[in-house]
């Protein structure tokens, strides 16, 4: 049987994150986590004290060999066999990566290498551009939608629960900027492909949504 990529993109808060692990363990398909990649790349950078900009950081990205492996309701991440899960999720790794993000010729050397794990799996991908150009021939190609304000109450709800003191209209704020960052960006703007499956995620469930894309995904299997 061939290998099945299955594309998940949308805007942040929708839950794609969530969902894309649920459904790479019910499958036992490979997620292949896009933002670690770049996170990765950033660490690697910040130790070497590398432009983020520079030839150099190409020439780090292109060494770099990724793979993952779900574990005790984790992703791990590992490059080149060390993993860094935990390394990754820094607030200067997150901010780095941002940056490193916005490098066009970084960003080819990791579709590239995201394409060859897809080679040699069945992949469960998320992102903003997965269908649209990472994977424009994917097996499956969903795209998770929701208001922004459902997604500013879901976002509010998580940082007042870490104790964060924050306004509803602040992370209203933030969300709408973020969104229209991503669909306007120079790289790889957000767009829903156009044989994307839809999935409203604003008055669904995590369970409903994983089980609705769950029966989509059994049918391309037959």
């Known amino acids: 049987m061939k290998n099945i990529i299955v594309a998940i993109d949308g ?26 990649m770049y996170r990765s790349v950033a660490l690697f950078a910040l130790k070497k004290g590398i432009d983020f900009n520079g030839d150099e950081i190409l020439k780090i990205a292109e060494n770099m060999e990724f793979s993952f492996k779900q574990e005790k309701n984790k992703n791990l991440v590992f490059v080149n066999g060390e993993e860094l899960t935990s390394l990754i999720r820094t607030a200067e790794i997150s901010m780095s990566a941002s940056k490193v993000a916005k490098n066009g010729d970084l960003r080819k050397i990791l579709v590239e290498k995201q394409r ?51 306004t509803y209209d602040e992370v209203l704020k933030d969300i709408q900027k973020r969104d229209y960052n991503d669909m306007n960006r120079k790289e790889s703007p957000l767009v829903k492909p156009d044989d ?9 469930t995590i369970d409903e949504v994983v089980n609705e894309m769950k029966n989509i995904i059994k049918k391309k299997l037959v």
């Not at 839950?15 to 398909?29: C, L």
């Not at 922004?148 to 003191?165: C, D, M, N, Q, W």
């Open 116 to 166: 060859k794990l897809a080679d040699k799996n069945s992949v469960v991908i998320e992102g903003r551009d997965i269908g649209s150009v990472v994977f424009p021939n994917a097996d499956v190609k969903f795209y998770l939608t929701a208001s922004s304000e459902i997604r500013a109450e879901r976002r509010y709800k998580e940082l007042k629960e870490k104790g964060v003191e924050i």
């Open 196 to 204: 994307a499956i839809v999935i409203d995620t604003g008055n669904m």
């Open 11 to 36: 805007p942040g808060g929708v839950g794609k994150s969530t969902v894309s692990f649920k459904i790479a363990e019910i499958f036992n398909f490979m997620l292949i986590d896009t933002g670690a």
